[in-house]
């Protein structure tokens, strides 16, 4: 049976990029305001000194010395000649001349462009220029959190754990350290430690990031931040940027929608939205799936790499493909996360039934986390769906033990609803039809006896594909009545997919006749 | 050049061409640059020769720079002080025998009677003459003379020390001052118009940045220097090696570490602390050693004496003041900020690299 999308639970959890694309987003600015962002004011005769001495001596160093001081002090007008003059003849190094075009024509802003797609091989390769790196820089932190994400894309936790503490050492207040290695909990199902890091950080009470993170990891926990007030607090000073304050909103907003309080709820994402987050964005798209009533203002899409608002956005308005396309990116944005890779598969697979991409997305995601039964049981399923039964046979095995040794967000009936369901698919693909039925059969009784409805549902739409694709009967009125119990977001998603029952039954049908 | 002069009852010490210092030395003409000089706005420089035919530099306080807006008595008042503070440093240098800071021949006043009584008197210091410095001379070499870059590095770290040990901090250390001698074979420091003493507080101790805005080391940069002996002598250290990295890349470091920041952090967008922006100029100083290393690697064509030399740069230009300096110093905990490992390293590899230019005929 196809994973379900499991939208109960969402929560500003940090997002974990590398430190260029973090740092390029804006998210790790400062909060504060300690000094003017501003050229620094030169000393009386500096500027005037370095044009004299280049007047008199057209040479790479003085003309390098005049275009140090328009770089530092925010004054290409001054060293405009002698920049030209370095681009011409060159510098004492190649860097004069880099540094002389910066003059000329100051860089724009740096788009952080869309994440790249790599291999495992490419990230081993990472993960040895790194560590390379690291032993003549030891005391990078950023560096080694960088490292340690690589090491978690490949599924390497403990290596990761330890080039995170190294990192935590070395910058016990950094916001981009901290919400990394909060995140990295959280990703290995230990919330405390996630919030110990964030908990035990000075910085924390100061920083709205950091008191964001805060409040999602004590969440995590299960207990209310005591910094809630301290953030609440925040989000009424002033000289804040919104920015700032956008992913601290989004966690206070999230927890008023728990309590439900819903004009807090409004008031808070109204200004978690003023200049967002694409986080901030795709916590408050998952209000409106959750609150009656909760719209979101025009032009989000646009934010930077809201790959996952858009994808559930696209899926919501059945471009399935756009869907499957940015789950891809969402993936590589996070390439150790499980959400985005069973969000893609489950659009692939049930709207489109393209079971080869959806395995693609399955397995992408296994690369960091080859133990997630969640995954494990999505591969088989599309494994068995496109004719692999062998192995999905063998990764059903796979599965009934890892759902025994595993603690998991589902319990032991869905699994086993879950499992029933694989049983009897794998049954219908070895022609063995009466055991799959049985299978398919225990499974929708074993889900409405718990009234796991949409389990029973999606357990009922499989049985009724595998019926018709062995020539049997399928009451097409009762599989579109069970459309209607999913909840809306993925309705349209299994409404296309009981289309293509439907088209199939018509095809059948005329092949008969 | 007279026709350019402004009035001589107005900056009396832009006229002293041709006249007597009356003790044996006399002007000569006025020199447009004042190598090794403080602020060339506060003073106005002329060379002079001295009755035995010496000839040396001469610096003319000019009052005129005095003016501008606030209190007249205040800014005269800090003028002189600046005056004073460098006139006796200078002394004590040569007092103290200091060989690689520049000397100080003479100082005095000469008076200049057309102007008003006020201004008649003009005070003077006359220090020893340099070729130039350090910019000029590299740029008169037909070729990268390593072996000279390496022996710069080490009289201006032997000029430091000298100050260190006498609790005086430099400050402003820069390529324009370190002034070459004897045809570039000997270097010393100029310009002590922003220097530091520990013992007793200079014109610029209230200052963030008492030097170059351009070269200062990223502490006072984002605003973060308490103005301690310490932390003067760890800004003195950063500089040494801010100047190296020039030496070879062109570029201080302040630019090379800009350059490798993303935008967000620099200097023209980053509002916190420098406690706050540390890691990320650790990370860009990383960044910025392997491109002087690469540098010197280029020029010297040996692997081991570049990474040597980017090693000592980079513990040199440390971003963070308290892991500045040499690993044993610091350890030792009593000397964070001596020089005198670098000052043997510079003199080794100068050697070094002297003795196979000598073999090979290669820098």
């Known amino acids: ?500 029952i439907e088209t199939l039954t018509a095809a059948k049908s005329l092949r008969k006749f | 050049m007279d026709d350019d002069l402004p009035p001589v009852d107005e900056v009396p010490s832009a006229h002293l061409e041709g006249r007597q210092l009356g003790n044996g030395w006399s002007v000569e003409k006025r020199i447009t640059r004042d190598p090794g000089a403080s602020g060339g706005q506060f003073s106005i420089c002329y060379s002079v020769v001295h009755e035995d035919g010496r000839r040396a530099f001469m610096k003319a306080l000019n009052f005129q720079a005095a003016s501008g807006t606030g209190s007249v008595v205040d800014q005269l008042n800090h003028f002189t002080s600046a005056y004073i503070f460098e006139r006796d440093l200078l002394a004590d240098c040569r007092d103290k025998r200091m060989s690689r800071i520049v000397r100080l021949i003479e100082h005095g006043q000469v008076t200049v009677p057309e102007a008003g009584a006020l201004l008649a008197e003009v005070p003077f210091l006359i220090l020893e003459p340099a070729d130039g410095d350090i910019r000029t001379f590299q740029a008169k070499s037909s070729e990268f003379d390593v072996a000279w870059a390496f022996r710069v590095m080490k009289h201006t770290l032997e000029g430091i020390e000298q100050l260190h040990a006498a609790h005086t901090a430099h400050q402003d250390l820069k390529p324009s001052n370190v002034l070459t001698l004897e045809d570039g074979r000997e270097m010393k420091l100029g310009d002590l118009g922003r220097a530091e003493r520990r013992e007793a507080s200079g014109p610029w101790s209230s200052l963030t940045i008492p030097g170059a805005r351009t070269y200062a080391p990223p502490e006072q940069q984002y605003g973060s220097f308490g103005g301690s002996w310490e932390e003067r002598r760890a800004a003195d250290i950063y500089l040494a090696g801010s100047l190296g990295a020039q030496l070879f890349v062109g570029h201080c470091m302040s630019v090379l570490l800009q350059d490798a920041l993303p935008t967000h952090f620099r200097l023209t967008k980053w509002t916190g602390s420098f406690a706050e922006v540390l890691p990320y100029l650790l990370a860009a100083h990383n960044q910025v050693v392997p491109i002087v290393q690469q540098s010197v690697l280029q020029h010297a064509k040996n692997s081991s004496c570049a990474e040597e030399f980017a090693l000592a740069i980079a513990q040199m230009t440390q971003p963070d003041p308290a892991e500045r300096g040499h690993p044993r110093d610091r350890a030792a905990r009593t000397s964070s900020y001596a020089v005198r490992r670098y000052v043997s390293l510079m003199n080794l590899l100068s050697s070094e690299v002297h003795y196979r230019k000598g073999r090979t005929g290669r820098t």
């Open chain 1, 1 to 500: 049976m196809t994973e379900h999308v499991d939208d109960r639970k969402r929560q500003v959890v940090p997002r974990w990029r590398p430190f260029q694309i973090s740092a390029t987003l804006g998210q790790l600015d400062a909060s504060t305001n300690r000094r003017l962002a501003q050229p620094l004011e030169p000393a009386p005769g500096e500027i005037e000194g370095l044009q004299g001495d280049w007047a008199r001596s057209q040479t790479p160093f003085h003309a390098a010395n005049l275009v140090d001081a328009a770089l530092i002090l925010g004054r290409s007008e001054v060293a405009e000649e002698a920049a030209e003059w370095l681009v011409e003849h060159g510098g004492i190094s190649d860097v004069s001349v880099r540094l002389a075009q910066q003059v000329l024509s100051p860089s724009a802003v740096v788009d952080p462009g869309d994440p790249q797609e790599l291999t495992r091989e490419n990230r081993h390769r990472r993960v040895a220029s790194y560590r390379n790196r690291l032993r003549s820089f030891p005391r990078d932190s950023l560096l080694w959190v960088d490292l340690a994400r690589e090491y978690a894309a490949l599924g390497l936790n403990e290596p990761a754990l330890r080039a995170l503490r190294v990192a935590i050492d070395l910058a016990p207040n950094n916001r981009f350290v901290l919400r990394s290695a909060s995140r990295f909990f959280l990703h290995t199902h230990d919330p405390e430690q996630a919030h110990r890091v964030l908990a035990r950080a000075s910085s924390t009470s100061r920083d709205p990031w950091l008191l964001a993170a805060e409040i999602v990891a004590a969440s995590a926990c299960g207990r209310q931040s005591r910094l809630i007030k301290t953030g609440a607090r925040l989000l009424q000073s002033e000289g804040l940027h919104p920015r700032h304050l956008s992913e601290l909103a989004s966690a206070i907003g999230t927890l008023e929608h728990q309590a439900g309080q819903r004009r807090r709820v409004r008031k808070l994402f109204a200004q978690a939205l003023r200049d967002p987050t694409e986080n901030a964005v795709a916590q408050a798209l998952w209000i409106t799936r959750h609150m009656s009533g909760f719209e979101l203002p025009e032009g989000l899409g646009s934010v930077p790499r809201a790959f996952e608002a858009n994808a559930w956005e696209a899926a919501r308005n059945s471009e399935f493909p756009s869907a499957v396309q940015l789950s891809w990116q969402w993936l590589r944005d996070e390439p150790f996360a499980t959400r985005s890779a069973l969000f893609g598969s489950y659009v692939s697979a049930t709207a489109m039934g393209d079971y080869d991409e959806a395995i693609r997305l399955v397995e992408a995601a296994m690369t960091a986390n080859p133990e997630d039964p969640r995954l494990l049981a999505q591969l088989l399923y599309c494994q068995a769906c496109s004719g692999m039964v062998d192995v999905a046979e063998q990764n059903l095995r796979k599965l009934e033990k890892t759902v025994k040794g595993t603690e998991s967000q589902r319990s032991d009936t869905e699994w086993e609803v879950v499992l029933n369901a694989d049983r009897g698919l794998i049954a219908f693909r070895r022609g063995q039809i009466e055991e799959g039925r049985r299978w398919y059969g225990s499974a929708i009784e074993l889900a409405r006896t718990h009234q796991l409805t949409e389990y029973a549902a999606s357990a009922l739409i499989n049985f009724s594909r595998e019926e018709v694709l062995v020539g049997g009967h399928v009451d097409m009125s009762e599989l579109k009545s069970v459309v209607g119990l999913f909840p809306p977001v993925t309705r349209q998603v299994v409404a296309r997919c009981v289309e293509r």
